[in-house]
């Protein structure tokens, strides 16, 4: 079972544009993390954000985490048209299981 | 590159046969992590090793086994072989047993005809 859900599940933009996804789970976590899988190849971790922060940056990505609302968003600010992928949102279960979300597939226009 | 390895890249093989995946962790990390990848079920966690013990099981089938050696590197052996079985396949791995972000391979292709 998915333990996370991306919202919206595909999102098409211009280069350059700002581009927003969400992330809602389930139950409560230690820490919430986002992947980049470009299409058929593996997954690329981006960011962790702890289950005591709100907001982390790392480079033109800022994620944010609200635990009362079981959500996080993930932004990345001026795209280009090599972050064209899919972006996956995982946290981990009770099992150690981490556990993906659908995913949002982003293309980005040149 | 995450230092994450996988062979093969890509199987094509038959109904009812049998097919070894092997991965070979980033150096120093412990864990060991499979994750079947498909369209219809998304990405799903199989089972997880850790420094050659099994540490955690998702939705793995019995078909479907999973050992870690002394070297760390693991393998996952998928037997009588359906169509469904069809996807991709990633090992990842990690430093520690529980918690932390994990480096994937760039997955075996398996194609189940």
């Known amino acids: 079972s998915q333990q996370g859900e991306e919202d919206p599940q595909a999102l098409s933009i211009q280069e350059g544009e700002n581009a927003t996804m969400n992330c809602s789970y389930k139950t409560s976590i230690n820490n919430l993390q986002w992947y980049r899988q470009n299409s058929g190849r593996g997954l690329v971790h981006l960011i962790l954000i702890r289950s005591n922060e709100r907001e982390k940056h790392s480079g033109r990505l800022r994620v944010t985490l609200d635990t009362s609302k079981k959500s996080s968003s993930l932004l990345i600010t001026a795209s280009r048209a090599a972050d064209t992928a899919s972006y996956f949102c995982a946290t981990y279960n009770a099992g150690n299981m981490l556990t993906f979300g659908g995913g949002t597939r982003l293309m980005v226009k040149p | 590159d995450s230092g994450v390895t996988q062979t093969p890249k890509h199987l094509i093989t038959a109904t009812g046969q049998r097919v070894t995946l092997r991965c070979s962790p980033r150096?120093?990390?412990?864990?060991v992590y499979w994750y079947q990848q498909s369209l219809d079920q998304g990405l799903q966690f199989l089972i997880q090793y850790y420094n050659g013990e099994e540490r955690a099981k998702g939705n793995i089938l019995e078909r479907f086994s999973a050992q870690q050696f002394p070297d760390l590197h693991s393998e996952l052996n998928l037997s009588s072989l359906e169509l469904g079985d069809s996807a991709l396949y990633f090992c990842?791995?990690?430093?520690?047993?529980?918690?932390?972000?994990?480096?994937f391979g760039p997955g075996t292709r398996l194609t189940v005809l």
């Open positions: 150096s120093g990390d412990l864990s």
């Open positions: 990842a791995s990690s430093a520690s047993w529980a918690g932390g972000e994990q480096f």
